[in-house]
């Protein structure tokens, strides 16, 4: 019977989303954290690691020799080592498609805020500042309007697309970039564009596409100065892929008009993130994912993704 380590599952059921589906496969270990000096003693009898955001290295790799089969809990895989696992010819599968929909309600859920801050709103009125009002009404921040802004998507993924669907709905044009050689599916009302076009053309620039070597920081100071004062820049995809002081200090400038991060460079965020003294930066401790059913979803395809190494055909492998 093989033996099944999670290694950090509680982000994925912090009570609501039972295991059951892995029941069946064989003896389950369940950590909620694992750190990294426990990862050895953890997984050493393990034929299959599961792994949400533990790193598995080349190191630890070859500390473990009964190794068989990694389930990564998400899309990103950066952190196993993928060319150790290579050698060993340890497939790894991770959960490619189960958070469009809700990624993409939460962009615009920031997009909105950005637009007419009603958090900030509503603690104002509960403060007492409406009772106190000499007008019927009142507002702190400019609330703005969508029909005929341009939304641009670096990226245009499933999640990107998605968002740009619902920009649509609110009357926006919509303009995206990817890498040479993408073919997005052809849709007559998006304007494919270069990067630079996108942040210097756009009233929202949201970014929809994976850390690798070659966007690593791109959202820098180079780009940030091609915007527009009136824009917003928002981020629901990795954390690097904005240099965080530029961005600040494009804030506090008054360069861009807001910002707003669902994600950060070093996660949990450290205490001295330059973006938590920006103005007008809302920062939300990566939740874009963690909808139910969006976690169900990472769920079922990772029972699938076992019940398929087991079959002896791997599915969603990126070895």
């Excluded at 080592?81 to 497939?91: E, F, L, N, S, Y």
């Excluded at 270069?194 to 949201?206: G, H, K, M, P």
């Excluded at 938590?276 to 699938?304: E, G, V």
Aim: with cysteine.
């Amino acid at each position: 019977m093989s033996h099944i380590v999670i290694l950090d599952g509680f982000t994925l059921n912090p009570g609501d989303n039972p295991w059951k589906s892995l029941a069946g496969f064989g003896t389950i270990d369940i950590h909620d954290r694992t750190a990294p000096d426990q990862l050895i003693t953890r997984a050493r009898e393990a034929d299959i690691l599961i792994t949400n955001k533990t790193p598995i290295s080349a190191e630890a790799i070859e500390q473990l020799p009964k190794l068989k089969f990694i389930a990564v809990l998400a899309t990103g895989f950066n952190i196993v080592d993928i060319d150790a696992v290579r050698k060993r010819g340890i497939p790894v599968s991770t959960v490619p498609v189960y958070g469009t929909t809700t990624v993409a309600q939460f962009a615009w859920a920031l997009i909105l805020e950005l637009c007419h801050h009603v958090g900030q709103h509503t603690q104002s009125v509960v403060a007492g500042n409406w009772a106190r009002c000499p007008d019927f009404c009142y507002w702190h921040t400019p609330q703005i309007e969508l029909v005929g802004k341009r939304l641009g998507l670096v990226g245009y993924g499933r999640i990107a697309r998605q968002v740009g669907v619902i920009g649509e709905a609110f009357g926006m044009e919509v303009f995206a970039c990817e890498q040479p050689g993408f073919k997005p599916p052809p849709l007559a009302s998006v304007t494919m564009c270069t990067r630079e076009e996108l942040f210097a053309e756009a009233d929202i620039v949201s970014l929809h596409c994976p850390l690798t070597p070659e966007t690593d920081r791109m959202v820098n100071r180079t780009l940030l100065s091609r915007m527009r004062r009136e824009a917003f820049l928002v981020n629901t995809s990795r954390g690097g892929l904005v240099e965080e002081r530029d961005l600040a200090e494009a804030l506090s400038a008054g360069q861009i008009a807001g910002a707003a991060v669902d994600v950060v460079s070093a996660e949990p965020m450290q205490a001295d993130n330059p973006l938590l003294a920006a103005p007008n930066c809302l920062i939300t401790p990566h939740i874009a994912w963690s909808t139910l059913a969006a976690r169900q979803r990472i769920m079922q395809t990772t029972a699938d993704n076992i019940a398929a190494f087991f079959a002896g055909q791997p599915q969603n492998d990126v070895t």
